[in-house]
Every structure is written in C-alpha cells, then in structure tokens.
C-alpha cells in the first residue's frame, strides 16, 4: 500500500506518526503552505511540514489543490490512497481519481453527528458526555461519505477543546492506520450513513464566545470549555480604566443563586463567584485583555472587583 498524507495541524500528526511506524509507505506528505503566525506575523510551517521532513518524507505544500504541477506529480507517484486529516480545504476529485482506492478522511465524531467544521467544540457546548473519531470515504458533500470505522471515546468532565482535542487525535490516528491497513488487505467493509441521524457543527466565530450570563451555570460553563483555547468564552468588567474584556478559562458549576444574571455573589482571596440565569459559577482561571490567564487569587489581586458588579452589564445584546 502506498499512501499520500494530507493534513496540515497538530491534529493530524498522531495519523501521520502512526502510519509511519507501521511500515505503511507514504509516498509524500502534502500540507498547506507555510503561512504568517504569531504576534510577528513571522512565517511558520506547519506541524506536519515539520514532522514530514523529520521523518525524511518528501513534503509538497501546492498552493492549490487543482494545481497542472501538482496533480502531475501525483500521476507520477500513482498512489493507491489518499489519506486526510485536518488538511484545511476540500480534497477535489482530480486528486482522488488519481489513488487507486481513492480517499479516506480523519472526522473528529460519531458521524452521522456534528457534520462540519467545529465538531469539538460543539459536543462540549451540548453537553455531550461522549463523542468519538470516524474514519470515512472522501465525499463532494461534506462529511458524508460512507464510514470504514469508529472509536468512541468519554468526555471527560476537566476536558476543554484543547485537551479533547488531543484525545481525539490520538485515538484517531490508531483508527486511521487500523482502516489503511484494512483496505489493504481487501477486508474494508463501508457503510452508508443514516442521513435521518444527521446534525450540525457549525464554523465558530469569534463573536460566539460571547457569554450570556441569563443562561444557565451549567451552559455556560460547557461554552467556556468548549470555546477554548478558541475563541475563548469572554465578557466585560468594569474598572478604573474603563470597561476591559476578560476571558473566562476555567470555571465550577455550583449550587444555589441568589442574585442577578452576570452579578458577582462573592470575590474574596480566591474566591470569584458570579450569578447566572440558573445557578452560580465560580471562576477559577481569569484572563485580562492583552495579559497572561491567572488564578481566581492573583486576578483579584490586581484587578478590584467586589461584591455586587455585574459582569458583562455594558456587552451588547447581554445585560
């Protein structure tokens, strides 16, 4: 079996790691051009560019897909699979027409759930307390093509969509070697998806990290964790500079209420618990606009809140 790898994040590279070291042949590893990164805008390659030339891969970064050079270069090849992961556009036809097996694509759920763009995040905000990695053909609609294999895995109740993330991506890159081999061996076996099972995930923007503190405790805590380390779940305080935007990194879920929507209970030593539309929430890890994230204690230090302020009161469309 001769591969080419297609993906381009850090998610991608518990695939590529593990169908190297099962002796598959990867003919060439493609990824996304190098691209600005950082406060410097300096140019960065990719984690998968990085870990290709590691591993003495021959690494190809077309600035189009549909590219005369590109896809000749792959006719050279004539590889039997095109295997994705977190690759970051849509794989057209003229690149899997030219794999024998044409294509297989890495999807972070239990497909046919949370088809999209944002299936991690949007399984910690619905409170799901499982989802899993999917492994299916390369299809012209998104997410929709017939499933090879399946992996389950718990959401923990610590998780973030950082940390799952990263679970995710090493259970699926055992999947991903698993069905490669597979399909090798002749022993594939497809199924179609229920299309009657299908849901959404949509692309988050930066906007829906915006907190509503008339929800309840416990959604918005699910929005905190699954809207970081992106967008990250923020709302606004007042100070003596203004109204500064915070972002809330961690936080409890607590019984009891007793006050306002976004009204602070309590914010004593380490101690920052705010009301809710149904609950209380107690912030265990802060971060100021333009600073570094600190723990309730050292953000109370330095930044004066008391008993009584009513977070996000001047965010529009909040309070």
Known sequence: MKIIFMGTPDFALPGLNEIYRRGIEIAAVVTRPDQPAGR????????????????????????????????????EVSPDLVVV???????????????????????PSLLPRYRGAAPIQWALINGDPQTGVTIIEVAEKMDAGNIYGQRSVDILP???????????????????????????????????????????????SKEDGRINWHGSATDINNR???????????????????????KIIRAQVLDGGGGSPGEVLEADGDILIISTGDGTLRLLDIQL?????????????????????????????NQ
């Open 85 to 107: 992961s977190a690759y970051g556009k849509f794989i057209p036809d003229k690149v899997l027409s030219l794999a024998r097996d044409r294509g297989i694509n890495l999807h």
């Open 224 to 246: 905190i964790r699954g809207f970081y380390p992106w967008p990250g779940a923020f709302t606004t305080i007042s100070t003596l500079k203004g109204i500064r935007s915070i």
């Open 158 to 204: 610590d998780d973030n969509a950082g940390s799952l993330s990263q679970r995710l991506a090493d259970a699926g890159g055992i999947l991903l070697a698993d069905v490669v081999e597979l399909i090798e061996r002749g022993e594939a076996d497809p199924r179609l998806q229920d299309e009657n099972k299908v849901t959404l995930a949509p692309r988050i």
């Open 289 to 317: 606009e333009g600073k570094r994230p600190l723990a309730a204690a050292e953000f109370l230090r330095g930044c004066r809140i008391v008993s009584g302020d009513i977070l996000g009161k001047n965010q529009e469309g």
């Open 40 to 75: 410097g805008k300096r140019i960065t390659a990719s984690p998968v560019k990085e870990r290709g030339l590691e591993l003495g891969l021959e690494v190809w970064q077309p600035a189009s897909l549909k590219d005369t050079d590109f896809l000749d270069r792959i006719r």
